[in-house]
């Protein structure tokens, strides 16, 4: 089975790759990072993103806000992008900070 990640993945790991460098040099890993170092690091992401691919933040039904008197959500483009920015991002600073898992390197 010769599966491939969707051609979203390619476009913002690289720049997750970037974020992440540029975070962990600035700063030495000394425990938890703060909701406000991610939610950062997401801006810029999604920043480079929209000059990337500007239909993203163009979400027209988004932008009306015709979903926000129902029952259920809405989940516009802006919102699954920012998701799928924070998956790539936490598991590429997890891979880096603890590369062996959860077990450590003696196990």
Same mark, same amino acid.
């Given at each position: 089975?010769? $599966? ?8 913002? !790991?690289?720049? *997750?790759?970037?974020? *992440? ?7 030495? !890993? =000394? =425990? ?13 992401? $999604? ?15 988004? &932008? &009306? ?10 989940? =516009? ?17 997890? &891979?880096?900070?603890?590369?062996? =898992?959860?077990?450590? *390197?003696? $196990?």
């Amino acid at each position: 089975m010769d $599966y491939n990640y969707p051609e979203l993945y390619y476009r913002i !790991y690289p720049k *997750a790759i970037e974020s *992440a460098n540029k975070y962990l040099e600035e700063n030495q !890993y =000394g =425990g938890d990072i703060s909701e406000e170092d991610m939610e950062t690091m997401i801006d810029e992401i $999604y920043d480079k993103m929209v000059l990337e691919c500007p239909e993203i933040d163009e979400d027209p039904i988004e &932008r &009306r806000g015709r979903y926000r008197v129902t029952q259920r959500p809405f989940y =516009g483009r802006r919102r699954l992008i920012r998701d799928i920015i924070s998956i790539i991002l936490i598991s590429e600073l997890i &891979r880096r900070i603890n590369p062996y =898992g959860f077990y450590g *390197a003696e $196990y």
